[in-house]
């Protein structure tokens, strides 16, 4: 009589290693070092001068610690952020070239990206997804709290989009990405 024997193994995996095979790149570590809530530095002098002139800041992600409305992101997930101007062209008649007139700067677009990973057991993240869930259903803007933003003036966001991705062979880890838009306060006076 053969017996069949079914054991539990064990999965080891590193985040950097999921990145790259959910999102195609290892992003670079973020210059604080350490993630914990107590590390959160909100005063980022020394943080900017360690990041301002790098030559790889623009256009690969950092992964920092990422707060929004009170929630910390789970496993240091890796954030991106892109801001375009807005600019009116006018030809000049008789000339070459046009006339730029700066009217207004658009608003800061920020992609999160990382894993919800269950390290108890070998079964899906429901607890971390279920609150990245809530937040997407938050319909205002939320507090955001990361060393990026304090650099930019960004404190509160408005989320635009979810995405949970598939990762084959893999149940107890689930990738998300959260696109978000900058949602700055701003007076209106009324005369």
Not at 91 to 107: H, M, P, R
Not at 158 to 182: D, H, R, T, Y
Request: glycine residues 8%.
């Amino acid at each position: 009589m053969v017996q069949t024997v079914w054991a539990m193994a064990k999965i080891e995996f590193s985040i950097p290693e999921l990145y790259k095979m959910t999102f195609g790149y290892i992003g670079v570590p973020f210059p604080s070092g350490d993630l914990s809530a107590s590390q959160f530095l909100p005063d980022v002098g020394g943080i900017a001068k360690s990041i301002i002139g790098k030559n790889d800041m623009y256009g690969k992600p950092y992964f920092m610690p990422i707060r929004i409305n009170g929630i910390w992101l789970p496993n240091s997930p890796s954030m991106s952020l892109s801001v375009q101007k807005k600019i009116i062209s006018t030809q000049v008649a008789g000339g070459d070239g046009t006339v730029k007139e700066l009217i207004s700067t658009d608003d800061f677009k920020l992609q999160v990206r990382g894993f919800a990973i269950n390290f108890e057991a070998n079964d899906y993240p429901y607890e971390d997804v279920e609150e990245i869930k809530n937040l997407f259903e938050v319909n205002k803007s939320l507090e955001i709290m990361s060393d990026l933003c304090n650099i930019f003036g960004i404190n509160n966001v408005v989320i635009e989009s979810l995405k949970l991705p598939e990762l084959v062979g893999i149940q107890n880890v689930q990738p998300f990405e959260i696109g978000m838009l900058s949602d700055d306060d701003f007076d209106v006076i009324i005369e």
